[in-house]
């Protein structure tokens, strides 16, 4: 907790270059991110499948670094903190969520005229009001990879889709760790800042 609120206090105060901007860096540097999607876990290894679930996320990220890495895998590197307001599982039965990832790290590749991707991955924490799965616990650790797009539709908005692979467990807490791994497809809208 220590290490992420001195990242956070960091982050506000660096003044580095961005890959946010299409056509240029340098000026908006920060960005939050809301989006909803949908989720279906899948059965690999010990993990629970047939669940269905909608997940809500918002997130603020600032980018750490200027441009690195060569031709199209040049891009900028990022630290984001992201909260799930809302998960509600559907089915095999209906429960409810929330959860907090305060490590997202995010390579933001150099923008094009019209959209731009990035990739990311996080570790984080979910609190449910009924185990998930059965038989486990009501917290569980959370970690995702995945990656999306941007569709820039003014200097500082833009439309966002996205995939992740997402993963809960109780992380060893119990005898038993099944866990849960979903493909999840969010879609929403993000806005640059300088701040």
Excluded: K
């Excluded at 997940?55 to 441009?67: H, K, M």
């Amino acid at each position: 907790m220590f290490l992420a609120a001195l990242v956070a206090m960091q982050m506000a105060t660096m003044p580095v270059a961005t890959c946010l901007q299409p056509g240029r860096t340098g000026e908006l540097r920060s960005e939050w991110m809301v989006s909803a999607g949908a989720a279906r876990s899948v059965a690999l290894f010990d993990s629970a499948g047939n669940r269905i679930y909608g997940v809500q996320a918002v997130s603020w990220g600032r980018s750490l670094t200027r441009p690195h890495g060569p031709g199209w895998l040049r891009g900028c590197f990022a630290w984001a903190v992201e909260a799930t307001p809302l998960l509600v599982q559907f089915a095999p039965t209906r429960l409810y969520g929330a959860g907090v990832a305060p490590v997202v790290w995010r390579w933001n590749f150099l923008p094009l005229r019209t959209w731009s991707v990035f990739a990311e991955m996080s570790m984080g924490g979910l609190w449910t009001t009924d185990p998930i799965p059965e038989q486990t616990n009501a917290v569980n650790f959370t970690a995702h990879w995945g990656g999306g797009a941007r569709w820039h539709t003014s200097p500082r908005d833009s439309l966002v889709v996205s995939y992740r692979f997402q993963h809960f467990s109780n992380g060893n807490q119990l005898s038993s760790n099944p866990g849960v791994n979903s493909h999840v497809l969010l879609a929403g809208w993000s806005r640059r800042s300088a701040r």
